[in-house]
């Protein structure tokens, strides 16, 4: 069946205790943009990013305040900081990069915390059902046009709040030449493709 | 059949006219690497590629002379120089991006030549035969790893003189997480998946 993409770029989620110490006490992230995710959003708060070797400015801060700090990037920005972080699910931290951050009233050095966010799609149990993927726990995707592919190992994130929506970061993006709002297609039964995997 | 990658960073392709200006009269390209394919060299020399909107220095120009100067970028570079290039061939270079070549001595404002290199196998005829590829024009191709998936629409590059390699961008190669001489694999036969092209 059909999913639309939301293509992520480089961003950061925050833990209270990260968050004052970044921004100040008393502090809020302000909601300047709705994101499909239910409750997610994007904030006017921008972070700086650093290792020993490079930094990225204006990285932005994805609202609410989590129960952990996570830093996501792509490869591309991962050769550039002279990290080698794992494909990881949200939350899934230990033994991801180290990094610092930096806000305008303090900075966070973290021992680990970076990761590349693995491809991955919000579902719903109920969307689960209806398309035939329960017992499922990735899919591989067909990401049409002259650039176009398959990708294998989409994580399918099942959630009741969820907005049915494959999350891709910039380099899977720009690589296949898509971008958000692109519609793609879930391989499933006779047109799986598992069969290809090494 | 297992075929070794190589990923491209930007770079350039120079005319005679092109590097007389922006090198000056009688310089002549210094090799500094051999490229796997035969006669192509990694020069010393470097240009900045700019556009009204940003600009990359210290693009590697790579050897030898050509009759057409070209300037291969990636989505992610285009979209940084405000670009929109097509998928091309090297040397297909009409309707293509005008991009301005900065050198030591002088600059070239080009109408056209900037592309996105398409991805492509260099290949013998005699290959072509051994590898039942005689009468394809593109394959896909099976990347394995954590970040997999299957690339379609890989050109095949017939020619007399050339060494048996993948080439892709950086786009490609981060987005699956690959590195030039690691291995893929051409899907042929029963395993060929252009069923799944839209």
């Not at 972080?85 to 990094?99: A, E």
């Not at 973290?110 to 719903?124: P, S």
């Amino acid at each position: 069946m059909k999913v639309q993409i939301g293509i992520s770029n480089r961003h950061v989620h925050l833990k209270q205790e990260h968050l004052n110490i970044l921004f100040g006490e008393n502090y809020k992230l302000e909601n300047i943009k709705d994101l499909n995710q239910p409750g997610q959003f994007v904030s006017s708060s921008k972070v700086t990013i650093q290792t020993e070797k490079n930094e990225f400015k204006n990285v932005r801060v994805v609202g609410p305040i989590r129960d952990y700090t996570q830093v996501e990037i792509s490869k591309s920005d991962a050769i550039k900081l002279g990290l080698n972080p794992p494909v990881r699910d949200s939350g899934d931290l230990i033994g991801s990069s180290p990094i610092t951050i930096v806000g305008p009233e303090g900075s966070v050095e973290l021992e680990y915390g970076c990761i590349i966010a693995d491809r991955h799609i919000h579902i719903t149990p109920k969307q689960m059902e209806l398309y035939g993927l329960v017992g499922k726990e990735k899919v591989n995707v067909l990401i049409p046009g002259e650039k176009g592919g398959i990708i294998f190992n989409v994580n399918l994130k099942v959630s009741e709040q969820s907005y049915f929506e494959l999350h891709l970061d910039t380099d899977d993006g720009n690589a296949h030449m898509i971008k958000t709002g692109d519609i793609v297609e879930i391989l499933e039964g006779d047109n799986n493709v598992w069969k290809f995997r090494w």
